[in-house]
T-cell receptor, first 109, second 115 residues
Framework: KQEVTQIPAALSVPEGENLVLNCSFTDSAIYNLQWFRQDPGKGLTSLLLIQSSQREQTSGRLNASLDKSSGRSTLYIAASQPGDSATYLC????????FGDGTTLTVKP | NAGVTQTPKFQVLKTGQSMTLQCAQDMNHNSMYWYRQDPGMGLRLIYYSASEGTTDKGEVPNGYNVSRLNKREFSLRLESAAPSQTSVYFCASIGLEGLPKNIQYFGAGTRLSVL
């Protein structure tokens, strides 16, 4: 059974800092990995999707990497802003999706 | 383009009552999913439908039924609601055609309380 772990569970940083969120998974037989953002009381918004054959994807200040052999993905956020405050979830897709519990990020002005 | 639409947004039920959560997507996606999200337990898959006319159980199907009415709509039914079904329910869909492939799109969620 696939298990997805996200560390840390919560993170608080001052504005402008670069930061890394971690996602690990136990079964490397995946189709892709997707990072989401969830604001309080809202649904999930897709940020980046990395296919199993890819190593990384970039969108603006976000960069996601995937190391399938070690079962790890990271989400790098450059020059963090207060508007980045949210919960970030990773989901591993292998037919069905398995989600981590998320990292709640607070960026202080 | 509305994406994935869920109704209702909020619902309060008494134990034993029944209700149906509605989900519709306008992206011509084949696959649709129902999840529940609970504090400390993340998102868990209840049921999914890989294509019109097919449905399969996910991780936590007990107490729920689903119907894939057509390609657009995928409903979730609680026949006899229990307090343990208090949760936030999300519907999602995935498109396997076009670019980008395999991105999951989520609805805004239904907050359900069972008293």
């Amino acid at each position: 059974k696939q298990e997805v772990t996200q560390i840390p569970a919560a993170l608080s940083v001052p504005e402008g800092e670069n930061l890394v969120l971690n996602c690990s998974f136990t079964d490397s037989a995946i189709y892709n990995l997707q990072w989401f953002r969830q604001d309080p009381g809202k649904g999930l918004t897709s940020l980046l999707l990395i296919q199993s054959s890819q190593r990384e994807q970039t969108s603006g200040r976000l960069n996601a990497s995937l190391d399938k052999s070690s079962g790890r993905s990271t989400l790098y956020i450059a020059a963090s802003q207060p508007g980045d405050s949210a919960t970030y979830l990773c989901a591993v897709n292998a037919g069905k999706s398995t989600f981590g519990d998320g990292t709640t990020l607070t960026v202080k002005p | 383009n509305a994406g994935v639409t869920q109704t209702p947004k909020f619902q309060v039920l008494k134990t034993g009552q029944s209700m149906t959560l509605q989900c519709a997507q306008d992206m011509n996606h084949n696959s649709m999913y129902w999840y529940r999200q609970d504090p400390g337990m993340g998102l868990r898959l209840i049921y999914y439908s890989a294509s019109e006319g097919t449905t399969d159980k996910g991780e936590v199907p007990n107490g729920y039924n689903v119907s894939r009415l057509n390609k657009r709509e995928f409903s979730l039914r609680l026949e006899s609601a229990a307090p343990s079904q208090t949760s936030v329910y999300f519907c999602a869909s995935i498109g396997l055609e076009g670019l980008p492939k395999n991105i999951q799109y989520f609805g805004a969620g239904t907050r359900l309380s069972v008293l």
